[in-house]
């Protein structure tokens, strides 16, 4: 949901840049450490931004830096870490004590890393300045453990269902408010357009799975009544989700074989190239597209996904945080925090990055602005956005791919929906116990 190159219209985002672009300017100056002979020995923040979600975040940062500057006499050192590094970066860092003052974190790495020890506890922080009711609820929730907040929300993302709008509208097709009205359209869809594939159902990704499970009243993992974690992939309400959306490929032929494996980008890449009908993405895909083609402007829809029998399946809410790493310089790290996701640069992060701000204020705008290919993302998430499990265990289930090989084993026709999904729970029960 980068922004168009298109119409020279300004986004919704960019028009909230502006209501927000008149925050306060706090003086500093007196965190600032001024050495002797004029001021050379000058306090720098080492600041981490992983390198991927904006194309180009060095003019943002070269933005960022000087308004610090300006405002408190301090100084960023901006380094850009790449996605697939970063896990392992930060876990050597906290090994060897070499951390960043401030660093941009995954929603999930937050528990992991609070646990640790290496992040502070930023709720004192927020409740003073008053911003707790304003933080967009899932990423807000992601960031808290027992009541601390390990990391202020920065950008959102969510996904919904995106789907050819000329295509439907060729064919007097509407998008679809329920699940069968999902497959009703998508087996027409087979007749009409025998060259396209109406709706991939991809296993390299537990994204697509997640809005059917808790769109079934279903859930991944649930606390016990003593706080530990155990799976619910398998109850009878998450199986219902998962045959659902399983059998959308195995029975009713809609998918294709090859997407048992896809990723989201291979899924985004079907969509591009005008092969896929609708698929599942994140808000953050649209601009993808009008990069490279603004005609895709004309030929995109965008709905939250529907429910069973109507209203929004939930969607997960994705991000990434802002986190303190302890630093020798809390009130400047705060400052910088605060800068970065509130007001102004919030503000044009999000516009250039293409995803949500994270206050929920901001997210109201750009609903209300009812941009038809941004309004759809920012209802899916205020009226049906959700979180995966809190705790640094989820991580690990993650990274085990525990989710997508229960998918791959059933769209393979290795199991059934009931023994994959037994079986992914006795991995994550595996996990949670230690």
């Known amino acids: 949901m980068r922004n168009s190159p298109t119409a020279r219209r300004r986004s919704p985002l960019a028009r909230t840049r502006r209501l927000v672009a008149g925050a306060a300017v706090l003086s500093l100056g007196a965190l600032t450490a001024c050495g002797d002979g004029g001021g050379d020995d000058v306090t720098t923040l080492e600041v981490w931004i992983m390198e991927g979600t904006n194309p180009d975040a060095g003019p943002y940062a070269e933005e960022l830096e000087a308004a610090f500057t300006e405002r408190t006499g301090a100084r960023l050192d901006v380094q850009f870490i790449q996605w697939a590094d970063a896990h392992d970066r930060f876990t050597t860092a906290i090994a060897g004590g070499e951390l960043p003052d401030v660093a941009e974190i995954g929603t999930t790495w937050a528990p992991e890393f609070g646990a640790a020890g290496a992040l502070t506890d930023l709720a004192g922080n927020i409740e003073a300045d008053g911003l707790g009711d304003d933080l967009v609820p899932g990423l807000y929730e992601a960031a808290t453990v027992d009541g601390a907040v ?17 295509v439907f509208a060729e064919h007097g097709l509407e998008p679809p408010t329920t699940w069968d009205e999902l497959r009703d359209v998508a087996l027409r869809l087979a007749d009409l357009e025998p060259d396209m594939i109406p709706f991939p159902v991809i296993g390299g990704s537990e994204y697509g799975v997640d809005p059917f499970i808790w769109g079934a009243g279903g ?3 649930e606390r016990t009544g003593d706080g530990e974690w155990r799976s619910v992939i398998n109850s009878p309400e998450a199986v219902a989700g998962i045959e659902f959306y399983t059998s959308l490929a195995t029975e009713d032929g809609l998918s294709v074989s090859a997407a048992e494996t896809w990723l989201e980008t291979d899924q985004l890449e079907s969509f591009q190239n005008g ?53 020798d310089e809390p009130e400047l790290a705060w400052e910088l925090i605060r800068m970065m996701t509130t007001g102004e640069h919030a503000a044009a992060w999000a516009e250039q990055s293409g995803y949500f701000p994270g206050q929920q204020s901001l997210l109201e705008e750009v609903q209300a602005a009812n941009d038809p290919l941004v309004a759809p993302f920012a209802e899916q998430m205020l009226e049906a956005g959700t979180g995966l499990p809190v705790t640094e265990l989820y991580g690990q ?8 090989g229960m998918l791959q084993s059933i769209l393979a026709g290795d199991q059934s929906v009931r023994e994959a999904a037994d079986e992914a729970a006795a991995a994550m029960d595996e996990t949670f116990g230690g």
């Open 397 to 404: 289930i993650q990274g085990e791919q525990v989710v997508q």
């Open 219 to 221: 859930e991944i993992a």
């Open 150 to 166: 390990y990391g202020m929300p920065w950008y959102a993302g969510v996904r919904a269902l995106m789907y050819r709008a000329d």
């Open 275 to 327: 092969d896929a009908a609708m698929i599942i993405s994140g808000n953050w895909t649209v601009n993808t597209l009008l990069a490279d083609d603004p005609g895709w402007a004309d030929r995109i829809g965008v709905v939250p996904i529907p429910g069973p029998d109507g209203g929004y399946s939930p969607s997960f809410v994705g991000g990434s945080l802002l986190g303190e790493f302890t630093s």
